[in-house]
């Protein structure tokens, strides 16, 4: 069973930085293939939205419009973790922040919605104050 494991956040000053870890286990190539990882978050009485994803196999990128420049989305294949560096926050990114992966294909680039997730971390808070 494939587990993630969310660790990084806290709370910064608007214009703060913060790197959120995923560290991914429980899992083998040749049982699962984990195609796509991601970071989501979702704030208070918003709906779960895709913040960046990437797929494994071959490193291509997406980032939601209103994160681009700012966070970066990196993977460490040696170590099976997931990184989501975080630079100039703002107050709306405020939100809990989870990472995912899915062993489902769906085509070069990441698959944009959290059902198309099979796996899910705890969550990671990620408070942007003024």
């Known amino acids: 069973q494939v587990q993630l494991v969310e660790s990084g956040g806290g709370s910064v000053q608007a214009g703060g930085s913060l790197r959120l870890s995923c560290a991914a286990s429980?899992?083998?190539?040749?049982?699962?293939?984990?195609?796509?990882m991601g970071w989501f978050r979702q704030a208070p009485g918003k709906e779960r939205e895709r913040v960046a994803a990437?797929?494994?196999?071959?490193?291509?990128?997406v980032y939601a419009d209103s994160v681009k420049g700012r966070f970066t989305i990196s993977q460490d294949n040696a170590t099976n973790t997931l990184y989501l560096q975080m630079n100039s926050l703002k107050l709306e990114d405020t939100a809990m922040y989870y990472c995912?992966?899915?062993?489902?294909?769906?085509?070069?680039?990441?698959?944009?919605?959290?059902?198309?997730?099979?796996?899910w971390g705890q969550g990671t808070q990620v408070t942007v104050s003024s």
């Open positions: 995912a992966a899915s062993s489902r294909w769906f085509g070069y680039l990441p698959p944009s919605y959290p059902h198309e997730y099979n796996y």
């Open positions: 990437i797929y494994t196999g071959g490193g291509s990128t």
């Open positions: 429980g899992y083998t190539y040749s049982v699962y293939y984990i195609y796509y």
